[in-house]
């Protein structure tokens, strides 16, 4: 089957309406023209990756370096932020419902169906609330180039969380979608196949200036040699704001923890719902599948910046991604790092506008206790929307 992604981005040719002129441009069609009418509910979609392609065009001249103002920031979600309904919302825009009978035909269930109906508990497995994540960012995307074009025609940076991160990818060019799903897919179900065998899981903390998280982890694993676990794990696992991580591990560990969080000066705990100890070495076995399907993958360097999550930087070098991709998968998210990366500036100057794109807003509340007048310029696509009362579902 013939890439929807396969045309790549011409340099200088900006980012506008790329998912959208690679799902629905020909040769014969100008790609500034309005966009077709929204689908029936069949979708042909062998007919619309037949059509998919990108003119050559003429070539740009040079253009004047964008302000602060008319710049973008595009940030995807990850795991945690999946809600039954996401995608809802989506429906309406042909190259959304184009994502997803490719994803449908690609993982082989109904993706839409999970994602909009559910059941939660089956929607929140790793092996599939990975897939729904990116699709439906991917998804969001293209309704993002619709209501706002401006907003991704203008983007300088994108940045995703964990997962997320192979949808920012994509979007910067750096991959094709099914080459991305495709990777996805083998990540989510390597990921679940490790959290099945030792139980585990991730602990949100909201904690003060005074907080020891090393000491506390220390006083965890302690606890669960004392109970003849070999090897525990416990560790911070996302950095997310001042005075906020996620920590990872035994499941042992982390009640250890909820029990004794007055002792660490914890705020608040909360167990994030999610199947296993991620970004840990408990993720070990799903490093290899994963760099098997990264190796087959023509890799390219993103378009815009695009920061990876093990080191806060963002990528220079296509085969960087490979190596720091599969390495995400045990190391600690740095995502307060990446926020103070793209944000730093000198005192004075105006912020870009940034968007989250995908469910949820906690990107958005990331942002605002990292950088409150970065913030201020924050938006979010909305996925969800309202379901007619006769499609309603008693799981939902």
Not at 112 to 134: F, I, M, N, V
Not at 332 to 350: L, S
């Amino acid at each position: 089957m013939a890439s929807i992604l396969a045309a790549r981005l011409r340099p200088g040719a900006g980012v506008a309406g790329a998912l959208h002129r690679r799902l629905w441009s020909s040769s014969s069609q100008d790609p500034a023209g309005p966009p077709p009418p929204p689908p029936s509910e069949a979708v042909d979609v062998e007919a619309l990756l037949r059509d998919a392609t990108v003119g050559a065009g003429p070539k740009p001249g040079p253009r004047p370096r964008p302000g602060p103002k008319s710049t973008s920031v595009l940030l995807f979600p990850g795991q945690g932020s999946q809600a039954v309904g996401m995608g809802r919302a989506l429906l309406r825009y042909p190259g959304a419902r184009a994502l997803y009978e490719v994803a449908g035909r690609v993982l082989g269930y109904d993706l839409l169906e999970l994602s909009l109906r559910g059941p939660r508990e089956e929607l929140e497995r790793t092996e599939r609330c990975q897939p729904a994540l990116y699709v439906v960012s991917l998804a969001a995307l293209e309704a993002l180039r619709h209501l706002r074009p401006e907003v991704v025609d203008g983007c300088v940076a994108a940045a995703g969380f964990s997962v997320g991160e192979f949808a920012a990818l994509v979007f910067a060019g750096a991959l094709e979608f099914e080459e991305g799903l495709l990777a996805v897919r083998v990540r989510a179900e390597a990921m679940q196949e490790a959290s099945a065998a030792v139980p585990s899981g991730m602990l949100s903390v909201l904690g003060r200036p005074q907080t020891q998280y090393k000491m506390a982890c220390l006083d965890a694993r302690e606890h669960c040699q004392s109970l003849g676990i070999k090897e525990p794990v416990c560790e911070v696992a996302n950095y997310l704001f001042p005075d906020c991580r996620v920590i990872s591990g035994h499941l042992q560990a982390l009640h250890f923890l909820q029990k004794n969080a007055s002792r660490y000066h914890f705020r608040r705990t909360r167990m994030l719902p999610v199947s296993g100890g991620f970004h840990t070495r408990l993720m070990e076995p799903a490093l290899e599948p994963l760099d098997q399907v990264l190796k087959k993958i023509d890799l390219k360097k993103p378009l815009v910046s695009v920061y990876s999550n093990v080191n806060g930087s963002r990528y220079l070098h296509a085969k960087h991604i490979q190596q720091l991709l599969v390495k995400q998968v045990v190391f600690p998210v740095k995502w307060e790092q990446i926020m103070h990366a793209i944000y730093e500036r000198r005192k004075g100057t105006e912020f870009p506008q940034t968007v989250e794109v995908g469910p949820g807003k906690q990107l958005g509340t990331i942002l605002k206790n990292c950088n409150l007048k970065a913030w201020k310029a924050y938006s979010h696509v909305e996925v969800m929307g309202e379901e007619e009362e006769e499609e309603e579902s008693p799981d939902v």
